[in-house]
């Protein structure tokens, strides 16, 4: 028994001489690689044993200080860096819109006035284009503090002798004095009437929906009903039905109709067209005087359950609708 053991002694020692022989001479390197790397990190805490073999705990590396790194650790690691930092101006707003959105004007104007040098940053006068503005800055505009606020879309049924004053126009007794205290941010009209004129309007801080549906060009459904000073003959209804030439220029009507259960000189008619003061000039040019124009529908929206003079807040639907146009 002492010899057999004895001679697996030497058998094993010869192996590991000769193991290590190998390395010296550099036969075994993976072996010789193993002891150096062990060396190498003797310094240094050993990485666990434990949950290495998958899953979110496994140990994938260790840390510039030694300290092993796990999958979850690392995968949290590569999130945080992908997020901008804290100087970023990621979340700001550009200068522009964050005018536009307070109801002054519109994107491309608010960029001539922060060019002019009338916007001011923390007191600090901004003429960069695409200047990001900070949830914590202070924005001046013509010395006046501005802010965004969430647009607002109402319905005015416009009552007789308020005017609707153009860019820069004064006036008494305006659209603007009946809407005075719907809102605290500066509201632009939609569809202009005349004072002598009724029917319906409609306000909203979204000035580039007022530039949009303010444009001649643009197609906004409206039905008016008209009261002429005398009867209305129908070969001139359908001289309007086929197209009236004014100033060189043929407009056409959507429908125009005597209005059911009404006198001869009521007429009801749709136009698409926003050509200022259209209707009137219609019935001019086959030789009438409007008497009394009431608009009762505008893009869609009708007067029911809005008494003259009064004026309504949009319905999500309605302001959904009108931006469809």
């Given amino acids: 028994m002492s010899r057999g053991n004895e001679g697996s002694r030497g058998k094993s020692s010869g192996r590991q001489g000769g193991s290590k022989g190998a390395a010296g001479k550099g036969g075994n390197r993976r072996n010789a690689g193993s002891q150096d790397h062990k060396g190498s990190n003797s310094g240094r805490k050993a990485a666990p044993t434990k949950n290495t073999r998958g899953g979110k705990n496994q140990v994938i590396g260790t840390s510039r200080s030694g300290n092993p790194v796990t999958k979850k650790e690392y995968i949290d690691r590569k999130k945080k860096e992908s997020k901008p930092s804290s100087k970023s101006d990621a979340k700001g707003i550009r200068l522009n819109k964050y005018i536009a959105n307070s109801g002054i004007c519109s994107r491309r104007d608010?960029?001539?006035?922060?060019a002019a040098g009338s916007v001011t940053v923390n007191g600090k006068p901004v003429v960069e284009m695409g200047y990001k503005v900070q949830p914590s800055d202070e924005v001046k505009f013509d010395g006046r503090s501005i802010e965004p606020r969430k647009k607002e879309y109402l319905l005015l049924n416009k009552p007789k002798g308020f005017i609707t004053p153009r860019s820069g126009e004064k006036a008494s007794k305006t659209v603007h004095d009946l809407m005075a205290n719907a809102s605290e941010s500066k509201l632009h009209y939609i569809g202009r009437l005349g004072r002598q004129s009724v029917g319906l309007m409609v306000f909203t801080s979204d000035i580039n929906l007022s530039n949009k549906l303010n444009n001649p060009n643009q197609k906004l459904r409206k039905i008016y009903h008209v009261a002429l000073d005398r009867s209305f003959k129908h070969e001139d209804l359908m001289k309007i039905r086929n197209g009236i030439n004014i100033d060189g220029e043929v407009?056409?009507?959507?429908?125009?109709?005597?209005?059911?259960?009404?006198?001869?000189?009521?007429?009801?008619?749709?136009?698409?067209?926003?050509?200022?003061?259209?209707?009137?000039?219609?019935?001019?040019?086959?030789?009438?005087?409007?008497?009394?124009?009431?608009?009762?529908?505008?893009?869609?929206?009708?007067?029911?359950?809005l008494p003259r003079g009064n004026y309504r807040y949009l319905t999500p639907q309605e302001i959904i609708n009108l931006k469809m146009i």
């Fill in 110 to 114: 608010a960029d001539i006035y922060i």
């Fill in 251 to 305: 407009f056409k009507v959507e429908e125009i109709s005597y209005v059911d259960g009404g006198k001869n000189n009521e007429i009801g008619l749709e136009v698409h067209s926003g050509k200022d003061n259209l209707v009137q000039r219609l019935f001019d040019a086959v030789g009438y005087e409007v008497k009394v124009l009431d608009r009762v529908v505008i893009g869609g929206l009708t007067k029911k359950d």
